[in-house]
């Protein structure tokens, strides 16, 4: 059976999916303590660092993801291979089956696409509706720049607001979209 991969990404909308000490990856450590492995300096706070130590036994992953192995940066992957700072200069292999995809609920620029496509995402979410029951107008910019990035698998979804009227919400959303003639699904 296949499963689906959804990747929220809440606030500033980056490509670059790292880690940090707030993914509960790291640990802050005194700036003049050593680490083996990659150093954050915006994870802790006052003078404190980021210690994120390379992969034990060669393992990697993430808690969204699931657990692979550094491979070198030229060897083939049959997985997926997923950005880790885990693995130093190679790169995280991890075995999965299913699609990867991704929800945004901010503005998409056609690099964050064209970065997700090449880093193994097959299709994208786009919210079209903002809680307090508004379209959100960063839905058909987001849909044409996922568009001229390669995706061809292209959804929205609503975040309703609970005190107003549900089918007006949805013609609302949907009226907005296509009066600029966007191509979505469901």
């Given at each position: 059976?296949?499963?689906?991969?959804?990747?929220?990404?809440?606030?500033?909308?980056?490509?670059?999916?790292?880690?940090?000490?707030?993914?509960?990856?790291?640990?802050?450590?005194?700036?003049?303590?050593?680490?083996?492995?990659?150093?954050?300096?915006?994870?802790?706070?006052?003078?404190?660092?980021?210690?994120?130590?390379?992969?034990?036994?060669?393992n990697c992953g993430t808690t969204d993801v699931g657990q692979g192995k550094c491979v070198s940066s030229s060897?083939?992957?049959?997985?997926?291979?997923?950005?880790?700072?885990?693995?130093?200069?190679?790169?995280?292999?991890?075995?999965?089956?299913?699609?990867?995809?991704?929800?945004?609920?901010?503005?998409?620029?056609?690099?964050?696409?064209?970065?997700?496509?090449?880093?193994?995402?097959?299709?994208?979410?786009?919210?079209?509706?903002?809680?307090?029951?508004i379209v959100d107008h960063n839905a058909v910019p987001s849909i044409l720049?996922?568009?001229?990035?390669?995706?061809?698998?292209?959804?929205?979804?609503?975040?309703?607001?609970?005190?107003?009227?549900?089918?007006?919400?949805?013609?609302?959303?949907?009226?907005?979209?296509?009066?600029?003639?966007?191509?979505?699904?469901?």
């Amino acid at each position: 059976m296949e499963f689906i991969l959804f990747i929220f990404l809440l606030s500033v909308v980056q490509c670059a999916l790292g880690t940090s000490c707030r993914d509960n990856t790291g640990t802050c450590i005194a700036s003049t303590s050593s680490c083996n492995g990659t150093l954050y300096s915006y994870a802790c706070s006052g003078t404190d660092i980021c210690c994120v130590p390379f992969a034990k036994n060669n393992n990697c992953g993430t808690t969204d993801v699931g657990q692979g192995k550094c491979v070198s940066s030229s060897s083939s992957c049959s997985g997926t291979t997923w950005p880790t700072t885990f693995c130093g200069s190679n790169k995280c292999c991890i075995e999965m089956s299913g699609t990867l995809g991704v929800d945004i609920s901010e503005l998409g620029s056609v690099n964050f696409f064209q970065c997700l496509k090449a880093s193994g995402f097959e299709y994208v979410i786009i919210r079209a509706s903002r809680s307090l029951g508004i379209v959100d107008h960063n839905a058909v910019p987001s849909i044409l720049n996922a568009l001229s990035a390669g995706f061809s698998d292209i959804d929205v979804y609503i975040f309703p607001d609970s005190r107003q009227n549900a089918t007006k919400q949805m013609y609302n959303m949907v009226d907005y979209l296509n009066q600029d003639g966007v191509r979505y699904g469901t």
